[in-house]
């Protein structure tokens, strides 16, 4: 269908031609508004969980709608987890490159000579905003409003320990959220819309749903509590019904917020200016219907990395195009550049593939292509036809999708070439590891005013301990002895003054006890005088037990204006003075630049 294409230039060429007419000295490609690109991430939610997939457990009209009124990839890959998934979709490079390695404490960062396309579309004049979960890193310049995006409102973690109201931030300074935590990152995602409908803008929307913990609103949950399970996982028979029924119950809220995004921009007149992609970051974070394929979240074949992928643009995307050709999260950014048809600059070479002509209609020559999936020392390859899994099995894809048949011994050759294949992939992109990575906490980058330091990426010693052992969401608590401390490897980037906020709990019967941090030779200490020792929260929105940690309220105590100078060192947390049984317990650091 290369009338689409044609048919957009011929629209551009029209466009230019009028202003050369009325006068204008800009008359370049520059003049003309862009289209509008949305990208909608969901956390955790398998290519089985829509309707559109075949699900009949559950009812998503709004992403089947993308679907139905756009192109769908038939075979469209992410990674494994979240944060090497969200680094590719970002840089349009494989995250074994970035530095990217874990899911927290500083593994999740991308390296900071790496390019965003954020930062792209923010050079050729996009106004950008990310709402929701962010996890390529928290503190600047590692931060989303570092990396290209003009607004950022959400949390930078991996998970989040509860999903009413919790504490998140909006471009850098800590906040309350409003209401179920979805919904409100739709509305902010609403909100930018509106305010940018006659400028080009990115709204990337990476919500935090179907990820556990399961909390949902009583309307979606009501629907599914009770609803009977038509389809059942084929591939675990301990599936656990209550859990499939709350990310199923998640999912259908994402898809009345995707309707919510859909309806504002078509009531707006905005559906032919804009472009909608919607999209997983891994499996299913549970053994449930997903189409009878092998593996979940964490797995490298295809159950834990094949996901939904939908891309909308009325009257430019032929309406219920299905692209057979393999595609992978690193290609959405070359082939957004080439759907705008700019050039794409970066330091680094690109990974990715422009698959832009497919979406036109047009062939491409992707024969020999190959895709490759990591995590936690696994990779598979996938080929049009073939996956090679981490044990160097091979699977023909176009006939046992359940990945049940080995047949590399029918094929000695193809299982060869892809084995010598994923040997050298893994020696090129392999470059940071748990093992090898120097890269301290980042503290006073000179374009932020706030630097966050969670219990998340800090280390315990003496009687302190972490309140679990997923680290995300974390506090920690048991501070007992005044050789207890609590320290962060930093690089001060640059030299500063500032504010120090410490949030904390602690019992009216403990008060007293003096808090001092240190870096260098710059010391500040306070006491804790105002008791505040609110309950763990969360349980009661629990719809089935969580495995991460409970949270809380915590109180803010001013510790003053710390003299930070430039360098790497130990950033550390101790009591000097506990009259009581305990200090407290303790969630984060909030520096303020002063200067």
């Known amino acids: 269908m290369k009338l689409f294409k044609i048919s957009a230039n011929f629209i551009l060429m029209l466009l230019l031609f009028s202003c050369s007419e009325k006068g204008k000295k800009d008359n370049n490609i520059a003049s003309v508004k862009k289209p509008n690109i949305i990208l909608i991430l969901a956390d955790d939610q398998g290519w089985g969980d829509l309707s559109s997939s075949g699900n009949t457990n559950l009812n998503t009209p709004n992403i089947d ?43 999740e960062r991308i390296n900071l000579n790496e390019t965003t396309i954020a930062e792209l579309l923010k050079n050729i004049g996009y106004r950008t905003a990310a709402f929701g979960k962010w996890h390529n ?40 959220g409003n209401g179920y935590l979805v919904d409100d990152l739709t509305d902010k995602g609403l909100d930018f819309i509106e305010k940018n409908t006659n400028e080009p803008f990115f709204l990337y929307l990476p919500y935090n749903t179907p990820h556990s913990p399961m909390q949902v609103p009583d309307e979606n949950w009501d629907r599914m509590k009770s609803k009977p399970l038509n389809l059942l996982s084929e591939d675990n028979l301990e599936e656990d019904l209550r859990f499939t029924q709350a990310a199923l119950a998640m999912v259908e809220n994402i898809d009345h917020n995707v309707g919510r995004v859909t309806h504002k921009i078509k009531s707006l007149g905005l559906e032919e200016e804009t472009i909608i992609i919607y999209l997983s970051d891994n499996g299913p974070n549970a053994y449930r219907w997903n189409g009878g394929m092998r593996g979940k979240k964490g797995s490298v074949d295809e159950g834990g990395v094949r996901t939904p992928f939908y891309i909308q643009w009325a009257n430019h995307i032929e309406q219920g195009l299905n692209i057979k050709n393999i595609a992978s999260g690193i290609d959405i950014l070359p082939t957004l550049f080439g759907l705008l048809s700019i050039p794409i600059k970066t330091k680094k070479q690109i990974d990715g593939k422009d698959l832009s002509p497919l979406l036109f209609g047009e062939s491409m020559n992707l024969k020999n292509r190959w895709i490759y999936n990591h995590w936690n020392g696994k990779t598979s390859v996938r080929s049009q036809q073939f996956r090679l899994d981490e044990e160097n099995r091979l699977y023909d894809i176009s006939t046992d999708r359940g990945q049940k048949f080995d047949v590399s011994n029918k094929y000695p050759q193809i299982t060869d070439s892809l084995i010598t294949a994923k040997n050298n992939w893994e020696k090129e992109t392999i470059q940071i590891t748990k093992e090898n990575d120097e890269r301290a906490f980042t503290l006073g980058y000179p374009k932020a005013l706030y630097t966050q330091l969670p219990a998340r990426d800090g280390e315990a010693y003496g009687n302190i301990y972490r309140s679990n052992k997923w680290p995300n969401d974390s506090f920690f608590t048991n501070w007992k002895s005044v050789t207890d401390s609590i320290t962060w490897n930093i690089e001060v980037l640059t030299d500063g003054h500032f504010q120090v906020e410490l949030y904390y709990t602690c019992p009216e019967i403990d008060l007293g006890s003096i808090i001092e941090l240190s870096y260098e030779n710059s010391k500040i200490a306070k006491k804790v005088t105002v008791p505040f020792d609110p309950p763990l929260t969360g349980k009661e929105n629990d719809r089935v037990p969580r495995m991460e940690s409970y949270v809380k309220e915590f109180n803010i105590l001013d510790l003053g204006v710390l003299v930070l100078s430039k360098g790497k060192g130990t950033l550390k947390l101790k009591a000097l003075e506990i009259p009581g049984n305990q200090v407290g317990d303790f969630r984060l650091l909030q520096f303020k630049r002063l200067d």
């Open 65 to 107: 709608s993308l679907k139905a009124k756009g192109a769908s990839f038939e075979n469209f890959y992410v990674q494994p987890v979240c944060s090497p998934t969200r680094a590719e979709i970002l840089t349009g490079r494989y995250f074994t490159r970035m530095g990217v390695y874990e899911t927290s404490s500083g593994g």
């Open 137 to 176: 890193g928290m503190q600047p310049p590692y931060h989303p409003n570092s990396r290209g995006f003009d607004q950022f409102y959400g949390f930078a973690s991996g998970h989040w320990g509860n999903y009413f109201c919790p504490m998140l931030e909006n471009n850098g300074n800590l906040v309350q």
